[in-house]
């Protein structure tokens, strides 16, 4: 069809050129892995080639609602391949498509403006016609995208992009669930597993995670520990490795009440998650620890910052059978006094009166995990139960606050659990 002169169409076609350079310069500027456009002259031609492209062929077939041909969807595809094989990130890969669909509007509508108003069945065909082109030239570039990642990056790596996606909620998840060949599920538990140190060497924890994918078959990714600045602690520092496992009863996970808050109560974890912790804490020989929240997957986000914060209150075990993951329920009251300075600072100041021991905040743990039986919580101290009583007596005679109280509960379970995340070191 020949476009009318006058026409919102030959208008768009009129533009195109500096709407293609204004795309280009916008990428520049707000982009920043896309700074060598203002740096290579063949990166900039290159890209400014095919803004222009795409402008004049929509111009040729949204007069007469032409669908992208094959060669135009392999042409589009073909830039998301280059984009990915510079390296582009996902996250900036998500700006370049909303800055042009945002600038092809705005387009669209300083072309009308231009026109006053202009004719209105020609607006109303070239808006029909964007809708689901851009979304099938949006497919096409996606999947170019995607296909170099599958190509080029390592499988752990891939899992970790997919694992990070799903944590922010990012839409690129359904992408990366296909190159990884992972389904999607509808709700997810989220295990943080705090390590506080690691043998240094990244390659011995890449070769660990990946085994742990390889066996589970879940997203895991690795956060680095950071420094006060923000910056990696580096290969012998510590972090956490975020696991998400799917939850095979999703209507299990309770109602958010109120829906921004986090659940009271949480489902039981699958039993692949203490599987998983069990195997990644032995791989590793350091003791760490763990939290879990269990989110459906438009809740993720929240449900790790929970994971998150449950896995810093929770104590720092070894590998063992006593290992396990801890909810919410676990630790509720060290989550609060730690937003209580004053509250955490006289539990502090009580632990101090224990020191002169002997053992007694070991002895205490092993005391409430075995819920204050005398006989298995001396037999995993390996003491003598009259041993026990006497730290137990110890531990009355510092404090003035016997153990085996109510009150006693209350307060030395708090210093215990406290004490054993390494949050007073």
């Known amino acids: 069809m020949l476009t009318p002169m006058g026409s919102l169409f030959a208008e768009l076609s009129r533009r195109a050129s500096a709407n293609a350079r204004r795309e280009v310069e916008t990428y520049a500027r707000e982009i920043p892995e896309l700074g060598s456009l203002d740096t290579s002259p063949r990166i900039r031609d290159e890209t400014m080639e095919y803004s222009l492209w795409l402008r004049r062929r929509t111009v040729e077939l949204a007069p007469d609602n032409g669908m992208l041909t094959d060669d135009d969807l392999g042409y589009i595809a073909s830039m998301g391949e280059a984009r990915a094989g510079a390296g582009m990130s996902l996250d900036a890969r998500q700006q370049v498509l909303r800055v042009h669909t945002e600038l092809m509007l705005r387009e669209i509508n300083e072309a009308t403006e231009a026109r006053r108003g202009g004719d209105l069945d020609e607006l109303m065909r070239i808006m029909g016609w964007f809708a689901p082109q851009g979304e099938r030239g949006i497919g096409a570039y996606r999947q170019g995208f995607v296909k170099v990642l599958r190509r080029r990056m390592p499988y752990v ?44 060497g990244g390659r011995e924890l890449e070769s660990e995670i ?59 974890a699958p039993n692949l998650v203490p599987d998983l912790l069990r195997d990644f804490a032995e791989a590793l020989g350091r003791p760490c620890a763990a939290g879990t929240a269990t989110a459906p997957v438009t809740g993720l986000a929240g449900a790790f910052d929970r994971a998150r914060r449950i896995s810093r209150a929770a104590p720092v075990r070894r590998a063992s059978a006593r290992l396990r993951p801890h909810t919410l329920a676990d630790v509720f009251v060290e989550l609060a006094v730690a937003d209580v300075p004053f509250v955490d600072a006289w539990l502090r100041a009580t632990a101090r009166r224990l020191e002169p021991g002997p053992d007694l905040i070991v002895t205490l743990d092993a005391y409430y995990r075995h819920d204050m039986n005398r006989g298995p919580a001396a037999a995993a101290l390996t003491i003598h139960p009259r041993t026990l009583d006497y730290r137990l007596r110890r531990v009355r005679e510092l404090t003035d606050i016997d153990p085996g109280s109510a009150q006693g509960v209350r307060v030395f379970s708090a210093v215990v659990t406290r004490s054993l995340s390494g949050a007073w070191r």
Not at 190 to 199: A, E, K, M, N, Q
């Open 157 to 200: 790596e891939q899992v970790a992009l997919l694992a990070r996606a799903l944590l922010s909620e990012n839409a690129a998840a359904a992408e990366l669930a296909q190159v990884t060949d992972m389904e999607l599920a509808a709700s997810y538990t989220v295990l943080v597993i705090r390590v506080p140190d690691r043998p240094a």
């Open 210 to 268: 990946e085994a742990l994918v390889k066996t589970h078959q879940v997203p895991v990714t690795w956060y680095p520990e950071r420094d006060a600045r923000g910056r990696d602690g580096g290969r012998g520092g510590g972090g956490e490795l975020i696991a998400l496992v799917p939850d095979p009863t999703p209507e299990a996970v309770p109602d958010l009440v109120p829906p921004l808050e986090p659940e009271l109560t949480p489902a039981p």
